[in-house]
C-alpha cells in the first residue's frame, strides 16, 4: 500500500487489519471495497458476496504468498523440529511438557526445559487459523481430527489472543511458548520457527523453501476466480504455506472505485509489486498464478 501510494500520490487507499473473518463479513456488508484474506471465500459465503457484488460474481484473487510458521520461545533453545503429529498433539493440549518424550526424540540434545507449554492461538476469526487447521488436518489426519475453520477449535487447547499482533505480543512476552503466525509476523518480530518434518527431514522456513511448496500449488478454481490447493505432505519445500486473497467483485462497483481499484491491484499483481515482498517475510507468486491473476485484474468491470 504504502509503495503503491507512493507512485500514486493521488490515490488514498485505507486497509485495515481486522483479520480474514472481519474483513470477509464487512466486504459482504458492502462497507469495503475489496477483502484481503488468508483463505478463499467459503461455498457458504459466496452467494452473500455475490448479493453485494450486485449480482456479479465474487472472485479470489492471490496476490501474496506466504507460509505459516509454528513461533516459539524458549530460553536457549535455537532450533525446534516437529512433524505433523507432535505438532497437532502440542496444540490439542496432549503434548503438554517442553521436555516430553515425543519432542525430545526429535529434538536430541536440544535444551528442551522441564516446563509446561504455554499454548496461544487466534480468538478471532482468522485465514491463519483455517490454514493453519488444514494443514494439521491434512498432514495429521489421525491425530487432527477437528474440521479445519477460521475459528479455532473447541476440542483444541490455550490461550486465545487477537490479531497477529495479539499472538506477536503474547509469545515474545511469555517464556515457554508456542503458537502459530505468518511468516511475515515472525521475520518482523525476530521469533523463531520451528523447522518442520514431513517424512523427508527437517526442513527450515524460509522464502526459498515456501516458495517450493507453493510452486506446486493447483488451481481449483474456474475462470478469474482463482483458489489455490496445497500438497500439504509434500516433501519439496516447507509445506505449511499459505496465499493471502484479495476477494473482489468481478463488476457492481462505481466506476471511480473500480478504476482505484484496479490500478492498486494492477501494481501488487505486477512485476514490480512482487518483487517488493521478499524484503517483508513474504514469497512472489509463481510466474503461471502471476500471469493468472493480472489477466483476472484486468477483466474487472
Keep these: 500500500v504504502k509503495l503503491y501510494q507512493q507512485a500514486c500520490p493521488d490515490a488514498t487507499v485505507n486497509y485495515n487489519p481486522t483479520g480474514s473473518g472481519a474483513g470477509i463479513k464487512q466486504f459482504i456488508a458492502g462497507q469495503v ?5 488468508d483463505s478463499a471465500l467459503k461455498e457458504d459465503e459466496v452467494a452473500d458476496a455475490a448479493e453485494r457484488c450486485e449480482g456479479n460474481d465474487p472472485w479470489n484473487l ?11 520461545n524458549v530460553d536457549g533453545l535455537e532450533q ?9 498433539k502440542i496444540f490439542l493440549g496432549e503434548i503438554s511438557t517442553w521436555n516430553d518424550p515425543e519432542l525430545a ?5 536440544a535444551a528442551l526445559p522441564d516446563a509446561d507449554i504455554t499454548v496461544f492461538f487466534r480468538s ?49 512476552a511469555n517464556t515457554n511458548s508456542i503458537s502459530y503466525l505468518d511468516y511475515s509476523d515472525i521475520f518482523a518480530g525476530g521469533l523463531g520457527a520451528a523447522q518442520v518434518d514431513n517424512g523427508g527431514g527437517p526442513v527450515e522456513l524460509t522464502a526459498e523453501t515456501a516458495s517450493a511448496a507453493i510452486g506446486a500449488a493447483q488451481n481449483i478454481g474456474s475462470g478469474n476466480d482463482i483458489r489455490l490447493e496445497f500438497d500439504y505432505s509434500t516433501t519439496d519445500g516447507y509445506p505449511i504455506v499459505a496465499v493471502a486473497y484479495e476477494i473482489v467483485c468481478s463488476a457492481g462497483l462505481e466506476a471511480e472505485t473500480t478504476e482505484l481499484l484496479t490500478s ?7 512485476t514490480d509489486g512482487q518483487a517488493e515482498l521478499d524484503r517483508i517475510g513474504y ?19
Excluded: C, H, R
Design 283 to 301: 514469497v512472489p507468486l509463481p510466474s503461471d498464478v502471476q500471469s493468472a491473476v493480472s489477466t483476472a485484474v484486468g477483466a474487472v468491470q
Design 105 to 109: 526424540a526429535l529434538n536430541e540434545g
Design 80 to 88: 525446534l523440529v516437529v512433524t505433523p503429529d507432535v505438532a497437532a
Design 264 to 270: 492498486f491491484l494492477t501494481y501488487t499483481s505486477s
Design 124 to 172: 478471532d476469526e482468522s485465514g491463519t487459523t483455517d490454514n493453519f487447521t488444514t494443514y494439521l488436518n491434512a498432514a495429521a489426519p489421525e491425530v487432527w481430527t477437528a474440521d479445519p475453520g477460521k475459528a479455532w477449535p473447541s476440542g483444541a487447547t490455550g490461550e486465545g489472543k487477537e490479531k497477529s499482533s495479539g499472538i506477536l505480543e503474547a509469545v515474545s
Design 62 to 72: 492471490p496476490m501474496v504468498a506466504g507460509a505459516i510458521g509454528i513461533t516459539y
Design 33 to 37: 471495497d475489496w477483502a484481503g484474506s
